[in-house]
Nanobody
């Protein structure tokens, strides 16, 4: 069982990036996929979950209206579309998988499988 992330990079403020999270060895439809990030010198924080809230999607206020999650079942992949990026979005981004479909927030402790992380840098 593995989650493989890709799509990070460096972008100017106001730009966009798309992160991919491919599930290997399991079907992501059976799990909640959470997105987390860890900025330099800060703790890792949850920013979004897909399939949580019994099949819904959640975004924290810091990314609501700018980040959108989509999925491709045929590719067994979840995408995080990040728009209108800000320098404060600079972080290592992780996707993770949880079985708790009733969860209403991406609590880190609930996530069983983790991707390797991908760096996103937003320059001002």
């Amino acid at each position: 069982v593995q989650l493989v992330e890709s799509g990070g990079g460096t972008v100017q403020s106001g730009g966009s990036l798309r992160l991919s999270c491919a599930a290997l060895g399991f079907t992501f439809d059976d799990y909640v996929i959470g997105w987390f990030r860890q900025a330099p010198g800060k703790e890792r924080e949850g920013i979004s979950c897909f399939g949580c809230r019994d099949g819904g999607t959640f975004y924290t206020n810091s990314v609501l209206g700018r980040f959108i999650i989509t999925s491709d079942s045929a590719k067994n992949t979840v995408f995080l579309h990040m728009n209108r990026l800000k320098p404060e979005d600079t972080a290592v981004y992780y996707c993770a998988a949880s079985k708790n479909r009733g969860s209403y927030y991406p609590f880190e402790d609930e996530y069983e499988y983790w991707g390797q992380g991908t760096q996103v840098t937003v320059s001002s």
